[in-house]
């Protein structure tokens, strides 16, 4: 038998921790994919992160990054280079586990849980276009999630 976890976060405070990742500087940036690996064309990583072949996340994949830390999401595939919704957690009534991954986008059992769309509108803007297409740093993207999620007390 599955032991179920309780979520002790909620979803804003999961939002003003991606936020706040955002802007840390610590992540390597990459497109494409929610997490790959740094290549020479990886525009905001050191050198040193590119010689190594360090892992670099889109900014949706810092989001899921976060959930991880909390328990909500877990790492699969070959290279673990995707998230799935834990299975022990208990989202909701009306929100069941499902293998839902993608390497893309938010998947969309966490996504309905936060109340944000698999790949969220962010201040006009799909996320995926700023990171992908646009090229904005984090930081930029960081400032569109504050505006955008500063109605509903997302304090970040």
Known sequence: M????????????????????????????VTGRLIDTVSSLTPNATQ???????????CLGILCLVAE????????????????TASHVP???EIEHSEDSTDTEVPTI?????????NPV????????RN??????FAIIADAARREYA??????
């Open 2 to 29: 599955t032991e179920t976890a309780t979520i002790t976060v909620t979803p804003n405070q999961i939002l003003e921790e991606w936020i706040t990742d955002l802007e840390s500087g610590d992540h390597p940036q």
């Open 69 to 84: 830390r909390h328990g909500l999401l877990v790492r699969v595939g070959s290279g673990e280079d995707h998230w799935e």
């Open 91 to 93: 989202w909701t009534d």
């Open 132 to 137: 992908d297409t646009n090229h904005e740093p």
């Open 122 to 129: 962010l201040d006009g803007v799909e996320a995926i276009q």
């Open 48 to 58: 040193k992160q590119k010689d190594e072949g360090a892992v670099g996340y889109c």
């Open 151 to 156: 109605a509903r007390g997302v304090s970040a």
């Open 110 to 118: 966490l996504a309905a849980w936060l109340g944000i769309d698999a």
